[in-house]
């Protein structure tokens, strides 16, 4: 990730500060509490949830919204990027993209894993 200067991060929108809470305030909020009833489903869930990446790199993420940093979108998306150029072996039991991936490029998924061999 490259480091950028707060410098060059501010004044950088067309609106004001204010402008864009007045704008996307009602928009924002929605979403919070779509993630506050996401968070609250897996609480509510059986069972444990065993160690899932994905789980795992979305909680990491909302670290990074409350960590006062910049870029929190940038650093949020390289959260949950693939950075790997190994292409896998094979694509058998592979149904999809997981979302997220593991710090070693691999990520176990329930029945899928993703980066690594199945």
Same mark, same amino acid.
Not at 69 to 77: C, N, S
């Given at each position: 990730?490259?480091?950028?200067? @707060? !410098?060059?991060?501010?004044?950088?929108?067309? *609106?004001? !500060? *204010? *402008?864009?809470?007045?704008?996307?305030?009602?928009?924002?909020?929605?979403?919070?509490?779509?993630?506050?009833?996401? %968070?609250?489903?897996?609480? !509510?869930?059986?069972?444990?949830?065993?160690?899932?990446? !994905?789980?795992?790199?979305?909680?990491?993420?909302?670290?990074?919204?409350?960590? &006062?940093?910049?870029?929190?979108?940038?650093?949020?998306?390289?959260?949950?990027?693939?950075?790997?150029?190994?292409?896998?072996?094979?694509?058998?039991?592979?149904?999809?993209?997981?979302?997220?991936?593991?710090?070693? &490029?691999?990520? @176990?998924?329930? @029945? %899928?894993?993703? &980066? &690594?061999?199945?």
């Amino acid at each position: 990730m490259t480091d950028i200067s @707060n !410098r060059a991060y501010e004044n950088t929108a067309p *609106q004001t !500060r *204010q *402008q864009v809470v007045d704008t996307y305030f009602m928009e924002h909020r929605a979403k919070l509490v779509d993630i506050a009833a996401y %968070l609250d489903r897996i609480d !509510r869930g059986q069972g444990d949830l065993p160690a899932d990446i !994905r789980d795992i790199a979305f909680r990491k993420a909302i670290n990074v919204l409350t960590d &006062g940093g910049t870029f929190r979108a940038r650093r949020i998306l390289e959260l949950f990027s693939d950075f790997s150029t190994e292409l896998p072996q094979s694509a058998e039991g592979m149904k999809g993209a997981a979302g997220a991936v593991a710090l070693d &490029g691999t990520a @176990n998924t329930g @029945n %899928l894993t993703v &980066g &690594g061999a199945s």
